[in-house]
């Protein structure tokens, strides 16, 4: 598309064309099949003072809001020499890798209904009493994203995410209820299709847990971290303060995490990279630069950070491509895209079998991060002579994160990647996570 852009002032157009759809169960019963088309653009104005926003969902209305936030804005003929405008590249790209038979988009009412039964089907084992409600579902998001500049850019990409998601509320011992289930996730419907065993895994996991957890002895232990609760203490433990845009104002955030800084075991190494087809595949970021490879840690070693243009600019370092917006009603800001701890060198059954006394964290029902981080756990299994034992009810697991980087004394070979979403200021964002298995002394669990 061509805009007649105003003279001395940077001017963005992101349009965004977004298509999703939703199919869920509760047992027998259907709960949501819709389906949202919706395309709409945000058009931004920069004075070098001020940013000068407006949305609409007329694409042709959009010269129109351009003509109407340049009367806002006051002229500037250096606006081209403004450190953020230097930073926001020019890139002229058309990336669109979900079309055809490929895309999600295609897929009719029968479609999705045909996905939910199909596994309904194969994981539902009425004969199970213990199995007192399932929920099964269907959802996908595909966005065609396009962005123009008054500096020459021009970018064409596209987006899809699918989940099949199957859940079971389960009643174990001393009537306590327990939630289990799992998520498959992928960017096409090839990659949904015939897995019904993970699930079923899953299932029967979490009846056994159910049936034959005990409650944990609060105290300090070893702990290994499965490759999925792994991925969350990077998420948000480490990702968040790899965030440039929250040091802005925090000094003592810079002093700490000082670049060429030992942070952690050497074992230890945390990338994000926006290339990888995973649920936090990014090109290009919302405001038109190539999304770089970040050793946030390499080799134990502060390595790097996250940035937009705005953030770059004032901590004078270069743009990452990690401006995201959740979608053409905000504004981009500082985000993670696939985030992940780097496999190391260990075998995780010997990670496991080299634990005299500690806990396997298995899964995890919600992660938060600061200095402290707090993991509540789902499952967790007690170590005893390097092999797993009983199930244990464990609460929550809390670490501090300078401290358990150090502490991580094994890094298992075996890389495994998640979908999330990810929440700040508000705005929700499809990301990637990732980690191995990994040992640290020590963690309190209670």
């Given at each position: 598309m061509k805009f007649k852009f105003p003279k001395d002032l940077y001017t963005d157009v992101r349009i965004e064309d977004q298509k999703s759809a939703s199919y869920e169960m509760q047992d027998d019963e259907v709960l949501f099949n819709s389906e949202i088309c919706e395309k709409g653009a945000m058009i931004r104005i920069f004075?070098?003072?001020?940013?000068?926003?407006?949305?609409?969902?007329?694409?042709?209305?959009?010269?129109?809001?351009?003509?109407?936030?340049?009367?806002?804005?006051?002229?500037?003929?250096?606006?081209?020499?403004?450190?953020?405008?230097?930073?926001?590249?020019?890139?002229?790209?058309?990336?669109?890798?979900?079309n055809g038979k490929n895309s999600f988009r295609n897929l009719t009412k029968e479609d999705r209904e045909k996905i939910v039964n199909y596994y309904r089907k194969k994981c539902i084992d009425k004969s199970i009493s213990e199995i007192k409600v399932t929920y099964a579902s269907f959802t996908y998001r595909n966005v065609i994203?396009?962005?123009?500049?008054?500096?020459?850019?021009?970018?064409?990409?596209?987006?899809?995410?699918?989940?099949?998601?199957?859940?079971?509320?389960?009643?174990?011992?001393?009537?306590?209820?327990?939630?289990?289930?799992?998520?498959?996730?992928?960017?096409?419907?090839?990659?949904?299709?015939?897995?019904?065993?993970?699930?079923?895994?899953?299932?029967?996991?979490?009846?056994?847990?159910?049936?034959?957890n005990v409650p944990v002895e609060p105290g300090e232990y070893v702990c290994v971290l499965s490759p999925s609760v792994t991925s969350v203490f990077t998420h948000e433990s480490f990702g968040h303060k790899s965030e440039a845009d929250l040091m802005l104002n925090d000094k003592t955030l810079r002093e700490e995490w000082t670049m060429g800084k030992l942070v952690a075991n050497t074992k230890v190494s945390i990338v994000d990279e926006g290339d990888s087809?995973?649920?936090?595949?990014?090109?290009?970021?919302?405001?038109?630069n190539k999304k770089k490879k970040v050793w946030l840690i390499q080799d134990g070693i502060l390595s790097g950070r996250l940035h937009?243009?705005?953030?770059?600019?004032?901590?004078?370092?270069?743009?990452?491509?990690?401006?995201?917006?959740?979608?053409?009603?905000?504004?981009?800001?500082?985000?993670?895209?696939?985030?992940?701890?780097?496999?190391?060198?260990?075998?995780?059954?010997?990670?496991?079998?080299?634990?005299?006394?500690?806990?396997?964290?298995?899964?995890?029902?919600?992660?938060?991060?600061?200095?402290?981080?707090?993991?509540?756990?789902?499952?967790c299994y007690r170590i005893r002579d390097g092999k797993l034992c009983e199930p244990l009810r464990v609460n929550v697991v809390t670490g501090n994160v300078f401290q358990t980087l150090y502490d991580i004394d094994a890094v298992g070979d075996d890389l495994r990647f998640f979908s999330g979403m990810c929440g700040k200021n508000g705005q929700n964002l499809f990301t990637a996570t990732g980690g191995p298995t990994i040992r640290v002394k020590k963690l309190m669990i209670n």
């Open positions: 004075d070098g003072k001020m940013w000068y926003t407006a949305e609409t969902n007329d694409i042709d209305a959009i010269q129109k809001k351009i003509d109407e936030l340049a009367k806002l804005a006051t002229p500037n003929p250096e606006i081209l020499e403004n450190p953020i405008v230097k930073n926001c590249s020019v890139n002229k790209v058309n990336i669109l890798k979900f994203k396009e962005l123009y500049t008054s500096k020459g850019t021009e970018i064409i990409q596209d987006m899809q995410r699918g989940d099949v998601d199957m859940w079971f509320r389960i009643l174990g011992k001393d009537n306590i209820t327990y939630g289990g289930g799992e998520q498959l996730w992928g960017s096409d419907l090839k990659s949904l299709k015939g897995r019904e065993q993970e699930i079923i895994e899953q299932r029967d996991r979490t009846l056994d847990f159910a049936r034959n087809m995973l649920h936090g595949y990014c090109p290009y970021d919302d405001e038109g937009d243009a705005k953030s770059a600019a004032v901590l004078g370092e270069e743009p990452t491509g990690n401006a995201r917006a959740q979608d053409y009603n905000c504004s981009p800001i500082v985000r993670m895209t696939n985030t992940y701890m780097l496999a190391g060198p260990d075998d995780p059954e010997k990670i496991i079998k080299d634990v005299k006394d500690g806990i396997y964290i298995y899964d995890w029902h919600y992660g938060t991060g600061n200095s402290t981080f707090t993991i509540q756990p789902q499952k």
